[in-house]
């Protein structure tokens, strides 16, 4: 039996909370059925023992401290509400404990937006890790010893976890009940909580708002010119000459201003343009294509799956509103 430690804290996210307990419980259950011992013991840790009230009408009462747990096989830090900072400050004592019982032994697994308990326990060094979309940027410029990548719904590295946005979090915690247990329970499991047992990228649930979070006034200049000319066949030569800057000078201050390459940007922009088009109309590919920049069919293709992790046919399938209609 493994002893999974779920740390409990006011900003916790509910689902996150609850998709654990269900998820474990449910494996539990198929293992008594089948004649077996339950794989899993679950504890509610908090910093303190206490009643934990979230900021929404749940209570949960957690049996152990930190201080308490002298030994653990697994810890699971729950996805949270509310600005990274001022959570990461209120709750002061949880990435040092994670460090703590990461050189105990125990493996550490992050939901969603915990990642960046582990990333300040110093456990995404050096690792491929992901979090929620809308967190990467921020993830990527606060912790640059991490490989954050932006597109994988989950990361396995060495025993330290890590899971994308929401609810596919609970993709992670099936994948672990499947490695700790057997495929037959996860497999179970998914059509018991009809979670995607294969969904591995969560790039198409990115919506692209431009790297802008720096303070470089030229960089920022070629944006905005991308931006208004995604659609007209422009070059980076063209984009550099907005910054009066030589090419190699403007790509290099572009990637480190934004983590992408002008082409990369310009590319991201496009498709995102695409992506709209897609959601809110049933407008012919090939004329969709030509509206947002380009001329060859087989290159959007590649590129649209490439950011999206899926062609355009199965992203209007997926998210076309008339489609649904």
Not at 133 to 144: F, G, L, S, T
Not at 158 to 174: E, K, P, Q
Not at 257 to 283: C, F, M
């Amino acid at each position: 039996m493994k002893t999974v430690s779920l740390v409990i804290y006011e900003e916790a996210i509910l689902s996150a909370i609850a998709g654990v307990l269900d998820v474990f419980e449910g494996a539990n259950a198929l293992s008594v059925q089948a004649g077996k011992e339950p794989p899993f013991k679950v504890e509610l840790v908090s910093e303190k023992v206490k009643h934990i009230q979230l900021n929404v009408p749940a209570l949960f009462f957690c049996y152990k401290s930190m201080a308490d747990v002298k030994e653990t096989d697994l810890v699971i830090v729950p996805a949270f509400h509310g600005r990274p900072d001022q959570v990461l400050q209120k709750n002061a004592g949880i990435a040092p404990w994670l460090s703590e019982m990461r050189n105990l032994g125990a493996e550490v697994a992050s939901l969603c937006l915990g990642s960046y308990f582990l990333a300040e326990a110093g456990l995404l060094n050096g690792r491929t890790c992901t979090s929620h979309w809308q967190a990467i940027p921020d993830m990527q410029q606060r912790y640059p010893a991490a490989k954050v990548l932006s597109d994988k719904v989950i990361t396995d590295e060495d025993g330290v976890y890590t899971s994308g946005g929401a609810f596919s979090s609970l993709n992670l915690v099936l994948y672990m009940v499947e490695k700790f247990c057997n495929k037959d329970i996860g497999v179970m499991l998914s059509k018991m909580f009809s979670i995607d047992i294969d969904r591995v990228n969560q790039a198409h649930f990115m919506v692209f708002q431009g790297q802008r979070r720096h303070e470089d006034d030229q960089i920022l200049r070629a944006q905005v010119f991308i931006e208004e000319n995604y659609h007209l066949p422009i070059s980076v030569e063209q984009i550099a000459e907005q910054t009066s800057m030589s090419k190699r000078n403007f790509i290099r201050r572009f990637k480190n201003a934004t983590n992408n390459t002008p082409l990369e940007y310009l590319q991201r922009v496009k498709i995102e343009s695409a992506k709209k088009a897609l959601e809110s109309n049933a407008q012919n590919i090939s004329t969709l294509m030509y509206d947002v920049g380009y001329n060859d069919l087989k290159t959007f293709r590649s590129v649209f799956k490439k950011v999206t992790g899926l062609t355009p046919q199965e992203y209007r399938r997926k998210y076309c509103r008339t489609a649904v209609a």
